[in-house]
T-cell receptor
């Protein structure tokens, strides 16, 4: 068990809606990463937070946003959902030394289905 | 822009055969490279990283800067090696922060 917890495991919603995905990192990890995995795009890096601050940004849409709270858990907010947003969303965390180059520990993911 | 290419979606071998999962990367600086593995019904987890230069579960990977490759190898495949393998690169983005980039993965199937 990597210690990274993601909730919910599954989410089914409709187009136009907004959802929030939650991630609790491993104890002691300050960095949280969010990824989107779809069949045609593979694992795409969305955004990274380190100790509450945005550290790096990847291919994250403007309809998506994230934040990391003082207790280090993170939330990924997806709004105005489209069919193409259906995917598996992973969270990962890493130890704070040399941020960005440390191995990441992944959660089980949240499967989002847009109907 | 940094890129990771895993040319094979699927690699099928028999038990005891050698295995090589290919990974090529594109990055202008000195990258840090990783191999992650996802076994059936398990989480994605780190297998090895190039700076460690170690062998994990019989797998090794050597960084070849000239060929910009980081292929994963094992001399004798085992059935329990069947999994999805992802090559990943961590390199500095335009803003100076490290950006992780993953390949699309190779599914390894080892037949008995």
């Amino acid at each position: 068990d990597s210690g990274v917890t993601q909730t919910p495991k599954h989410l089914i919603t409709a187009t136009g809606q907004r959802v929030t995905l939650r991630c609790s990192p491993r104890s002691g990890d300050l960095s949280v990463y969010w990824y989107q995995q779809s069949l045609d795009q593979g694992l795409q890096f969305l955004i990274q937070y380190y100790n509450g601050e945005e550290r790096a940004k990847g291919n994250i849409l403007e309809r998506f946003s994230a934040q990391q709270f003082p207790d280090l858990h993170s939330e990924l907010n997806l709004s105005s959902l489209e069919l193409g947003d259906s995917a598996l969303y992973f969270c990962a965390s890493s130890v704070p030394r040399r941020v960005g180059n440390q191995p990441q520990h992944f959660g089980d993911g949240t499967r989002l289905s847009i109907l | 822009a940094q890129r990771v290419t895993q040319p094979e979606k699927l690699l099928s071998v028999f038990k005891g055969a050698p295995v090589e999962l290919k990974c090529n990367y594109s990055y202008s600086g000195s990258p840090e490279l990783f191999w992650y593995v996802q076994y059936s019904r398990q989480r994605l987890q780190l297998l090895l990283r190039h700076i460690s230069r170690e062998s994990i579960k019989g797998f090794t990977a050597d960084l070849n800067k000239g060929e910009t490759s980081f292929h994963l190898k094992k001399p004798f495949a085992q059935e329990e090696d069947s999994a999805m393998y992802y090559c990943a690169l961590s390199g500095r983005g335009t803003g100076g922060s490290y950006i992780p980039t993953f390949g699309r993965g190779t599914s390894l199937i080892v037949h008995p």
